[in-house]
Protein backbone atom coordinates (compact mmCIF):
# COMPACT_ATOMS: atom_id res chain seq x y z
CA UNK A 1 0.00 0.00 0.00
CA UNK A 2 2.70 2.33 0.90
CA UNK A 3 4.37 1.46 -2.89
CA UNK A 4 0.97 2.67 -4.06
CA UNK A 5 0.11 5.81 -2.12
CA UNK A 6 3.79 6.89 -3.06
CA UNK A 7 3.25 6.36 -6.80
CA UNK A 8 0.47 8.35 -7.22
CA UNK A 9 2.45 11.06 -5.49
CA UNK A 10 5.17 11.35 -8.30
CA UNK A 11 3.03 10.52 -11.13
CA UNK A 12 0.53 13.50 -10.30
CA UNK A 13 2.02 15.59 -13.30
CA UNK A 14 1.57 12.68 -15.53
CA UNK A 15 -2.41 12.50 -14.87
CA UNK A 16 -3.18 15.65 -15.69
CA UNK A 17 -1.72 15.29 -19.05
CA UNK A 18 -3.39 12.08 -19.40
CA UNK A 19 -6.76 13.50 -18.64
CA UNK A 20 -6.46 16.57 -20.35
CA UNK A 21 -5.81 14.14 -23.68
CA UNK A 22 -9.23 12.72 -22.51
CA UNK A 23 -10.77 16.02 -22.19
CA UNK A 24 -9.46 17.17 -25.41
CA UNK A 25 -12.26 15.24 -27.31
CA UNK A 26 -15.43 16.77 -27.84
CA UNK A 27 -17.57 13.53 -26.91
CA UNK A 28 -21.05 15.35 -26.90
CA UNK A 29 -23.24 12.62 -27.46
CA UNK A 30 -26.12 14.95 -28.21
CA UNK A 31 -24.41 16.29 -31.51
CA UNK A 32 -24.63 14.49 -34.59
CA UNK A 33 -21.76 16.67 -36.15
CA UNK A 34 -19.68 14.89 -32.87
CA UNK A 35 -20.31 11.37 -33.67
CA UNK A 36 -16.77 10.44 -34.96
CA UNK A 37 -15.34 12.42 -31.98
CA UNK A 38 -17.44 10.10 -29.77
CA UNK A 39 -16.08 7.04 -31.56
CA UNK A 40 -12.46 8.52 -31.19
CA UNK A 41 -13.18 9.09 -27.98
CA UNK A 42 -14.30 5.22 -26.60
CA UNK A 43 -11.07 4.24 -28.58
CA UNK A 44 -9.09 6.65 -26.33
CA UNK A 45 -10.69 4.98 -23.40
CA UNK A 46 -10.35 1.17 -24.42
CA UNK A 47 -6.74 2.53 -25.42
CA UNK A 48 -6.08 3.66 -21.82
CA UNK A 49 -8.20 0.66 -20.40
CA UNK A 50 -5.33 -1.62 -21.72
CA UNK A 51 -2.55 0.95 -20.55
CA UNK A 52 -3.29 0.68 -17.27
CA UNK A 53 -3.37 -3.31 -17.32
CA UNK A 54 -7.44 -4.12 -17.90
CA UNK A 55 -7.86 -7.37 -19.91
CA UNK A 56 -10.31 -8.27 -22.81
CA UNK A 57 -10.94 -4.78 -23.39
CA UNK A 58 -13.34 -4.40 -26.79
CA UNK A 59 -15.66 -1.31 -27.74
CA UNK A 60 -18.84 -2.26 -28.56
CA UNK A 61 -21.06 -1.34 -31.15
CA UNK A 62 -24.51 -0.56 -30.61
CA UNK A 63 -27.28 0.93 -32.12
CA UNK A 64 -26.01 4.80 -30.60
CA UNK A 65 -22.74 5.04 -29.34
CA UNK A 66 -20.12 2.80 -28.26
CA UNK A 67 -19.82 0.90 -24.97
CA UNK A 68 -16.00 0.18 -24.15
CA UNK A 69 -15.89 -2.55 -21.49
CA UNK A 70 -12.50 -4.17 -19.89
CA UNK A 71 -12.29 -6.63 -17.42
CA UNK A 72 -9.22 -7.74 -15.28
CA UNK A 73 -10.65 -11.04 -13.19
CA UNK A 74 -7.77 -13.22 -11.79
CA UNK A 75 -9.45 -14.63 -8.92
CA UNK A 76 -12.77 -16.32 -8.14
CA UNK A 77 -12.37 -16.18 -4.44
CA UNK A 78 -12.73 -12.15 -4.66
CA UNK A 79 -15.63 -10.72 -5.26
CA UNK A 80 -16.69 -9.03 -8.68
CA UNK A 81 -16.73 -5.34 -9.15
CA UNK A 82 -18.85 -3.37 -11.98
CA UNK A 83 -17.41 0.16 -12.54
CA UNK A 84 -19.91 2.38 -14.68
CA UNK A 85 -18.59 5.53 -15.88
CA UNK A 86 -19.68 7.62 -19.24
CA UNK A 87 -17.21 9.25 -21.60
CA UNK A 88 -19.64 11.05 -23.51
CA UNK A 89 -20.16 14.95 -21.89
CA UNK A 90 -22.42 18.18 -22.55
CA UNK A 91 -22.34 20.41 -25.23
CA UNK A 92 -20.61 23.30 -24.27
CA UNK A 93 -22.31 25.63 -25.73
CA UNK A 94 -22.91 28.63 -25.22
CA UNK A 95 -18.98 28.60 -25.99
CA UNK A 96 -18.59 32.92 -25.31
CA UNK A 97 -19.06 32.10 -21.05
CA UNK A 98 -16.23 29.86 -20.54
CA UNK A 99 -13.01 31.64 -19.34
CA UNK A 100 -10.57 29.08 -21.02
CA UNK A 101 -11.46 26.57 -24.23
CA UNK A 102 -13.85 24.01 -23.03
CA UNK A 103 -12.23 21.14 -24.69
CA UNK A 104 -8.45 22.25 -23.27
CA UNK A 105 -8.01 21.57 -19.78
CA UNK A 106 -6.59 24.64 -17.90
CA UNK A 107 -5.99 24.19 -14.14
CA UNK A 108 -7.19 27.44 -12.38
CA UNK A 109 -7.01 28.35 -8.30
CA UNK A 110 -6.50 24.43 -8.08
CA UNK A 111 -9.32 23.67 -10.08
CA UNK A 112 -9.18 21.95 -13.74
CA UNK A 113 -11.54 23.12 -15.85
CA UNK A 114 -12.88 21.26 -18.83
CA UNK A 115 -16.12 19.90 -20.36
CA UNK A 116 -16.47 16.70 -19.07
CA UNK A 117 -14.24 17.63 -16.16
CA UNK A 118 -16.16 16.68 -13.33
CA UNK A 119 -18.98 14.65 -15.58
CA UNK A 120 -17.85 12.41 -15.66
CA UNK A 121 -14.04 11.87 -17.55
CA UNK A 122 -12.19 12.92 -14.82
CA UNK A 123 -14.28 10.65 -12.62
CA UNK A 124 -13.84 7.81 -14.99
CA UNK A 125 -10.20 8.63 -14.73
CA UNK A 126 -9.56 8.54 -11.03
CA UNK A 127 -10.57 4.61 -11.27
CA UNK A 128 -7.78 4.11 -14.29
CA UNK A 129 -5.67 5.95 -12.29
CA UNK A 130 -6.07 3.37 -9.09
CA UNK A 131 -6.49 0.42 -11.02
CA UNK A 132 -3.08 1.62 -12.56
CA UNK A 133 -0.93 2.30 -10.02
CA UNK A 134 -2.63 -0.73 -7.77
CA UNK A 135 -1.38 -3.04 -11.02
CA UNK A 136 2.10 -1.27 -11.38
CA UNK A 137 3.02 -1.72 -8.02
CA UNK A 138 1.46 -4.81 -6.90
CA UNK A 139 0.88 -6.78 -9.92
CA UNK A 140 -2.62 -7.55 -9.63
CA UNK A 141 -5.73 -6.58 -8.14
CA UNK A 142 -7.41 -6.63 -4.94
CA UNK A 143 -10.87 -8.03 -6.58
CA UNK A 144 -12.43 -8.98 -10.31
CA UNK A 145 -12.65 -6.03 -11.58
CA UNK A 146 -15.14 -5.33 -14.94
CA UNK A 147 -15.27 -1.50 -16.57
CA UNK A 148 -18.22 -0.41 -18.55
CA UNK A 149 -18.02 2.91 -19.70
CA UNK A 150 -20.94 4.34 -21.88
CA UNK A 151 -20.73 7.09 -24.35
CA UNK A 152 -24.94 7.39 -24.24
CA UNK A 153 -25.22 8.76 -20.29
CA UNK A 154 -26.02 12.51 -21.29
CA UNK A 155 -29.40 11.58 -23.46
CA UNK A 156 -30.45 9.07 -21.56
CA UNK A 157 -28.83 5.86 -21.98
CA UNK A 158 -31.06 5.22 -25.21
CA UNK A 159 -28.72 1.96 -25.71
CA UNK A 160 -27.79 0.67 -22.84
CA UNK A 161 -30.34 -1.23 -21.05
CA UNK A 162 -30.72 -3.39 -24.34
CA UNK A 163 -26.70 -3.94 -23.91
CA UNK A 164 -27.03 -4.89 -20.23
CA UNK A 165 -29.81 -7.33 -20.85
CA UNK A 166 -27.75 -9.14 -24.00
CA UNK A 167 -24.44 -9.16 -22.09
CA UNK A 168 -26.03 -10.26 -18.52
CA UNK A 169 -23.05 -13.17 -18.22
CA UNK A 170 -20.14 -10.44 -19.63
CA UNK A 171 -21.49 -7.88 -16.54
CA UNK A 172 -22.11 -10.34 -13.93
CA UNK A 173 -21.31 -8.80 -10.54
CA UNK A 174 -21.39 -8.59 -6.86
CA UNK A 175 -21.56 -4.93 -6.88
CA UNK A 176 -21.53 -1.58 -8.91
CA UNK A 177 -19.67 1.26 -8.44
CA UNK A 178 -20.11 4.72 -9.77
CA UNK A 179 -18.41 7.73 -9.55
CA UNK A 180 -20.85 10.28 -11.30
CA UNK A 181 -21.98 12.81 -8.62
CA UNK A 182 -20.93 15.00 -6.16
CA UNK A 183 -19.69 15.58 -1.86
CA UNK A 184 -21.51 17.40 -0.24
CA UNK A 185 -19.39 19.78 -0.04
CA UNK A 186 -15.89 20.59 -0.34
CA UNK A 187 -13.74 18.61 2.33
CA UNK A 188 -17.13 16.68 3.35
CA UNK A 189 -17.10 13.49 1.53
CA UNK A 190 -20.35 12.06 0.88
CA UNK A 191 -22.17 8.56 -0.48
CA UNK A 192 -24.89 9.29 -2.41
CA UNK A 193 -27.69 6.67 -1.63
CA UNK A 194 -30.93 8.17 -4.14
CA UNK A 195 -31.31 9.55 -7.51
CA UNK A 196 -34.18 11.15 -9.30
CA UNK A 197 -35.79 9.94 -12.26
CA UNK A 198 -37.33 11.82 -15.09
CA UNK A 199 -39.52 11.99 -17.61
CA UNK A 200 -38.59 14.31 -20.07
CA UNK A 201 -41.57 15.63 -22.27
CA UNK A 202 -42.13 17.88 -25.30
CA UNK A 203 -45.49 19.75 -26.18
CA UNK A 204 -46.27 21.31 -29.62
CA UNK A 205 -48.91 23.80 -30.22
CA UNK A 206 -50.38 24.74 -33.43
CA UNK A 207 -52.29 27.68 -33.79
CA UNK A 208 -53.14 29.60 -37.78
CA UNK A 209 -52.21 26.93 -40.37
CA UNK A 210 -48.70 29.73 -40.75
CA UNK A 211 -48.04 32.74 -39.43
CA UNK A 212 -49.91 35.46 -39.15
CA UNK A 213 -49.83 39.13 -40.03
CA UNK A 214 -50.55 40.19 -35.95
CA UNK A 215 -52.39 43.55 -36.92
CA UNK A 216 -54.91 41.76 -39.59
CA UNK A 217 -55.34 38.87 -37.39
CA UNK A 218 -54.95 39.78 -33.96
CA UNK A 219 -57.95 39.37 -32.17
CA UNK A 220 -59.37 36.60 -34.62
CA UNK A 221 -57.44 33.98 -33.44
CA UNK A 222 -55.68 31.88 -29.35
CA UNK A 223 -51.98 33.14 -30.22
CA UNK A 224 -50.61 29.24 -29.65
CA UNK A 225 -47.42 30.85 -27.16
CA UNK A 226 -50.21 32.50 -25.29
CA UNK A 227 -52.08 29.31 -24.83
CA UNK A 228 -48.69 27.53 -24.04
CA UNK A 229 -48.35 29.80 -21.68
CA UNK A 230 -51.50 29.45 -19.87
CA UNK A 231 -50.87 25.70 -19.66
CA UNK A 232 -47.16 26.22 -18.45
CA UNK A 233 -48.49 28.77 -15.58
CA UNK A 234 -51.19 25.89 -14.52
CA UNK A 235 -49.04 23.11 -14.20
CA UNK A 236 -48.10 24.24 -10.48
CA UNK A 237 -49.98 25.19 -7.76
CA UNK A 238 -49.95 28.15 -5.03
CA UNK A 239 -47.77 26.17 -2.74
CA UNK A 240 -45.42 24.86 -5.53
CA UNK A 241 -47.06 21.50 -5.92
CA UNK A 242 -47.25 19.79 -9.09
CA UNK A 243 -51.09 20.55 -10.62
CA UNK A 244 -51.22 17.14 -12.27
CA UNK A 245 -53.67 14.20 -10.94
CA UNK A 246 -52.31 11.37 -9.60
CA UNK A 247 -48.82 12.88 -9.66
CA UNK A 248 -48.20 12.81 -5.87
CA UNK A 249 -49.72 8.99 -6.01
CA UNK A 250 -46.79 6.59 -5.88
CA UNK A 251 -44.31 9.10 -4.33
CA UNK A 252 -42.08 7.49 -1.36
CA UNK A 253 -42.48 10.05 1.82
CA UNK A 254 -39.48 11.11 3.03
CA UNK A 255 -39.55 9.14 6.41
CA UNK A 256 -38.55 11.37 10.35
CA UNK A 257 -35.18 10.10 10.30
CA UNK A 258 -33.93 10.90 6.74
CA UNK A 259 -35.75 14.78 7.46
CA UNK A 260 -33.63 14.35 10.96
CA UNK A 261 -30.64 13.64 9.24
CA UNK A 262 -30.85 16.49 6.63
CA UNK A 263 -31.48 19.24 9.09
CA UNK A 264 -28.30 18.13 10.78
CA UNK A 265 -26.13 18.68 7.60
CA UNK A 266 -23.98 21.64 7.11
CA UNK A 267 -26.30 23.40 5.19
CA UNK A 268 -27.47 27.03 4.89
CA UNK A 269 -30.05 28.24 2.63
CA UNK A 270 -28.96 32.08 2.79
CA UNK A 271 -25.77 30.82 1.12
CA UNK A 272 -27.20 28.80 -0.72
CA UNK A 273 -29.72 31.36 -2.24
CA UNK A 274 -26.89 33.79 -2.51
CA UNK A 275 -24.18 31.80 -4.75
CA UNK A 276 -27.04 31.24 -6.83
CA UNK A 277 -27.86 34.84 -7.00
CA UNK A 278 -31.31 34.71 -6.13
CA UNK A 279 -33.07 36.80 -3.54
CA UNK A 280 -35.45 34.42 -2.38
CA UNK A 281 -35.75 30.42 -2.82
CA UNK A 282 -38.92 29.02 -4.49
CA UNK A 283 -40.21 25.23 -4.12
CA UNK A 284 -42.72 23.28 -2.48
CA UNK A 285 -43.62 24.42 0.73
CA UNK A 286 -43.69 22.84 3.89
CA UNK A 287 -39.86 20.65 2.96
CA UNK A 288 -36.68 22.46 2.99
CA UNK A 289 -34.38 23.02 -0.32
CA UNK A 290 -32.38 19.66 0.63
CA UNK A 291 -35.96 17.70 1.19
CA UNK A 292 -36.77 19.46 -2.45
CA UNK A 293 -33.98 18.98 -4.29
CA UNK A 294 -32.76 15.27 -3.38
CA UNK A 295 -36.10 13.45 -2.44
CA UNK A 296 -39.65 15.47 -3.80
CA UNK A 297 -40.41 15.63 -7.79
CA UNK A 298 -40.55 18.38 -9.66
CA UNK A 299 -41.86 19.84 -12.98
CA UNK A 300 -39.39 22.25 -14.63
CA UNK A 301 -39.43 24.37 -18.40
CA UNK A 302 -36.31 23.35 -19.44
CA UNK A 303 -37.17 25.96 -22.63
CA UNK A 304 -39.85 27.84 -24.79
CA UNK A 305 -40.14 28.57 -28.76
CA UNK A 306 -42.22 30.04 -30.95
CA UNK A 307 -43.00 33.00 -32.81
CA UNK A 308 -40.20 35.79 -33.48
CA UNK A 309 -37.19 36.25 -31.43
CA UNK A 310 -34.24 37.59 -33.46
CA UNK A 311 -33.21 41.40 -32.95
CA UNK A 312 -35.66 44.22 -33.67
CA UNK A 313 -39.44 43.98 -33.78
CA UNK A 314 -41.38 41.99 -36.02
CA UNK A 315 -45.30 41.57 -35.67
CA UNK A 316 -46.18 38.62 -36.00
CA UNK A 317 -48.79 35.68 -34.63
CA UNK A 318 -47.25 32.87 -34.48
CA UNK A 319 -48.51 29.80 -35.82
CA UNK A 320 -46.87 27.21 -33.57
CA UNK A 321 -45.34 27.55 -29.92
CA UNK A 322 -43.28 24.53 -28.30
CA UNK A 323 -42.65 23.68 -24.62
CA UNK A 324 -39.84 21.32 -23.43
CA UNK A 325 -40.79 20.20 -20.18
CA UNK A 326 -39.11 17.70 -17.42
CA UNK A 327 -40.24 16.12 -14.57
CA UNK A 328 -37.87 14.83 -11.87
CA UNK A 329 -38.70 11.51 -9.88
CA UNK A 330 -38.83 10.03 -7.05
CA UNK A 331 -39.42 6.69 -5.51
CA UNK A 332 -41.13 4.83 -6.19
CA UNK A 333 -43.27 7.02 -9.37
CA UNK A 334 -42.47 5.62 -12.65
CA UNK A 335 -41.24 7.51 -15.49
CA UNK A 336 -43.67 6.06 -18.07
CA UNK A 337 -46.91 6.13 -15.84
CA UNK A 338 -46.06 9.76 -15.28
CA UNK A 339 -45.20 10.59 -18.97
CA UNK A 340 -49.17 9.49 -19.48
CA UNK A 341 -50.34 11.34 -16.56
CA UNK A 342 -48.83 14.40 -17.87
CA UNK A 343 -49.67 13.73 -21.63
CA UNK A 344 -53.40 13.30 -20.20
CA UNK A 345 -53.62 16.63 -18.28
CA UNK A 346 -51.96 18.62 -20.75
CA UNK A 347 -55.09 17.54 -23.69
CA UNK A 348 -57.37 18.40 -20.66
CA UNK A 349 -55.55 21.76 -20.30
CA UNK A 350 -55.34 22.65 -23.70
CA UNK A 351 -58.00 25.05 -25.23
CA UNK A 352 -59.94 23.87 -28.64
CA UNK A 353 -58.78 26.67 -30.18
CA UNK A 354 -55.34 25.19 -30.94
CA UNK A 355 -54.88 21.78 -31.23
CA UNK A 356 -51.83 20.14 -29.08
CA UNK A 357 -49.54 16.82 -29.33
CA UNK A 358 -47.44 15.66 -26.40
CA UNK A 359 -44.42 13.43 -27.16
CA UNK A 360 -42.16 11.57 -24.45
CA UNK A 361 -38.37 12.40 -25.33
CA UNK A 362 -36.54 9.99 -22.76
CA UNK A 363 -37.11 8.79 -19.26
CA UNK A 364 -35.21 7.15 -16.79
CA UNK A 365 -36.50 5.45 -13.24
CA UNK A 366 -35.47 7.26 -9.49
CA UNK A 367 -33.30 5.36 -7.23
CA UNK A 368 -32.66 4.14 -3.50
CA UNK A 369 -30.00 2.34 -2.52
CA UNK A 370 -29.37 0.49 0.40
CA UNK A 371 -26.74 1.65 2.93
CA UNK A 372 -25.88 -0.81 5.23
CA UNK A 373 -24.49 -2.74 2.56
CA UNK A 374 -20.75 -4.36 2.88
CA UNK A 375 -20.50 -2.04 -0.44
CA UNK A 376 -21.34 1.03 1.37
CA UNK A 377 -19.05 0.45 4.35
CA UNK A 378 -16.18 -0.40 2.28
CA UNK A 379 -17.05 2.84 0.82
CA UNK A 380 -16.95 4.79 3.96
CA UNK A 381 -13.62 2.92 4.82
CA UNK A 382 -11.88 4.07 1.68
CA UNK A 383 -13.13 7.78 1.92
CA UNK A 384 -12.15 8.13 5.11
CA UNK A 385 -8.56 6.99 4.29
CA UNK A 386 -8.50 8.85 1.04
CA UNK A 387 -10.19 12.29 2.49
CA UNK A 388 -9.31 11.45 6.24
CA UNK A 389 -13.00 12.26 7.27
CA UNK A 390 -15.89 10.53 8.03
CA UNK A 391 -18.70 10.85 4.79
CA UNK A 392 -22.20 11.86 5.46
CA UNK A 393 -25.20 10.43 3.60
CA UNK A 394 -26.87 12.34 1.10
CA UNK A 395 -29.07 11.75 -1.53
CA UNK A 396 -28.97 13.80 -5.16
CA UNK A 397 -31.16 15.63 -7.54
CA UNK A 398 -29.99 14.29 -10.35
CA UNK A 399 -30.65 10.71 -12.30
CA UNK A 400 -28.13 8.12 -13.23
CA UNK A 401 -30.81 5.37 -15.47
CA UNK A 402 -28.77 2.64 -15.72
CA UNK A 403 -28.67 2.10 -11.50
CA UNK A 404 -32.56 0.83 -11.54
CA UNK A 405 -31.27 -1.14 -14.87
CA UNK A 406 -28.35 -2.87 -12.80
CA UNK A 407 -30.90 -3.85 -10.07
CA UNK A 408 -33.33 -5.06 -12.48
CA UNK A 409 -31.34 -6.91 -15.05
CA UNK A 410 -28.63 -7.98 -13.34
CA UNK A 411 -29.76 -7.82 -9.41
CA UNK A 412 -26.88 -5.47 -7.99
CA UNK A 413 -27.12 -3.58 -5.92
CA UNK A 414 -25.28 0.55 -6.31
CA UNK A 415 -22.71 2.21 -4.29
CA UNK A 416 -22.63 5.84 -5.53
CA UNK A 417 -18.90 7.05 -4.35
CA UNK A 418 -18.90 11.25 -5.96
CA UNK A 419 -15.98 13.09 -6.68
CA UNK A 420 -17.67 16.42 -7.76
CA UNK A 421 -18.39 19.33 -6.11
CA UNK A 422 -21.84 20.80 -5.85
CA UNK A 423 -20.84 24.23 -7.54
CA UNK A 424 -18.65 22.71 -9.93
CA UNK A 425 -20.96 23.99 -13.53
CA UNK A 426 -21.50 20.64 -14.54
CA UNK A 427 -23.72 21.16 -17.62
CA UNK A 428 -22.95 24.37 -18.12
CA UNK A 429 -19.99 26.79 -18.87
CA UNK A 430 -16.55 26.59 -16.55
CA UNK A 431 -17.01 23.23 -15.51
CA UNK A 432 -14.24 22.02 -13.24
CA UNK A 433 -13.22 19.31 -11.22
CA UNK A 434 -11.02 20.45 -7.41
CA UNK A 435 -7.77 18.78 -8.01
CA UNK A 436 -7.71 17.75 -4.40
CA UNK A 437 -10.68 15.78 -5.07
CA UNK A 438 -9.21 14.35 -8.07
CA UNK A 439 -6.44 13.49 -5.99
CA UNK A 440 -8.68 12.25 -2.69
CA UNK A 441 -10.36 10.75 -5.06
CA UNK A 442 -7.53 8.25 -6.95
CA UNK A 443 -6.39 7.23 -3.54
CA UNK A 444 -9.72 6.98 -2.05
CA UNK A 445 -10.46 4.43 -5.24
CA UNK A 446 -7.36 2.35 -4.34
CA UNK A 447 -8.47 1.85 -1.26
CA UNK A 448 -11.88 0.77 -1.65
CA UNK A 449 -10.35 -1.33 -4.64
CA UNK A 450 -8.48 -2.70 -0.85
CA UNK A 451 -11.44 -2.61 1.49
CA UNK A 452 -14.19 -4.06 -0.74
CA UNK A 453 -13.21 -8.14 -0.44
CA UNK A 454 -12.96 -7.53 3.38
CA UNK A 455 -16.47 -6.26 3.79
CA UNK A 456 -17.88 -8.52 0.80
CA UNK A 457 -16.47 -12.02 1.57
CA UNK A 458 -17.84 -11.12 5.49
CA UNK A 459 -14.82 -11.32 7.30
CA UNK A 460 -14.40 -8.29 8.30
CA UNK A 461 -15.84 -7.14 11.77
N1 LIG B 1 -23.78 12.91 -13.50
C1 LIG B 1 -25.12 13.24 -13.84
C2 LIG B 1 -26.12 12.74 -12.82
C3 LIG B 1 -26.08 13.49 -11.53
C4 LIG B 1 -26.28 14.85 -11.51
C5 LIG B 1 -25.88 12.81 -10.37
C6 LIG B 1 -26.25 15.54 -10.33
C7 LIG B 1 -25.85 13.49 -9.18
C8 LIG B 1 -26.01 14.87 -9.17
C9 LIG B 1 -25.46 12.65 -15.19
O1 LIG B 1 -24.42 12.77 -16.11
C10 LIG B 1 -26.62 13.40 -15.77
O2 LIG B 1 -26.48 14.55 -16.07
N2 LIG B 1 -27.73 12.71 -15.94
C11 LIG B 1 -28.85 13.24 -16.63
C12 LIG B 1 -29.69 12.05 -16.99
C13 LIG B 1 -30.72 12.27 -18.02
C14 LIG B 1 -30.15 12.70 -19.33
C15 LIG B 1 -31.55 11.02 -18.18
C16 LIG B 1 -29.62 14.22 -15.76
O3 LIG B 1 -29.67 14.04 -14.53
O4 LIG B 1 -30.14 15.20 -16.30
MN1 LIG C 1 -22.67 12.18 -15.34
MN1 LIG D 1 -24.42 14.87 -16.82
Not at 105 to 123: C, E, H, I, P, S
Not at 196 to 207: C, P, T
Not at 346 to 361: D, E, F, G, N, Y
Request: glycine content about 10%.
Amino acid sequence: MESILSFLETHKDRYLRELNEFLAIPSVSTHPQNAADVRRCADWVAEHMRIVGMENVQVFQTAGHPVVYGDWLHDPGKPTLLLYGHYDVQPAEPFELWESPPFQGTVRGGNLYARGAADDKGQVFIHLKAIEAIIKNAGRLPVNLKLIIEGEEEIGSEHLESFVSEHKDLLKADLVLISDSSMFKKGVPSICYGLRGLAYMQVDLVGPNKDLHSGSFGGTVHNPIQALAEIIAQLHDKNGRIAIPGFYKDVLPLTKKERAAYRKLPFSEKEYARDLGVKQLYGEKGFTTLERVWARPTLECNGIVGGFTGEGAKTVLPSKASAKISMRLVPNQSAAKVAKLFEKHIKKLAPKSVSVTVRSLHGGEPAITPIDSPGVKAAVAALEKGFGKKPLYQREGGSIPIVVQFKQLLGIDTVLLGFGLPDENAHAPNEFLNLDNFFGGIRTSVHFLHELPHYMNGRHR
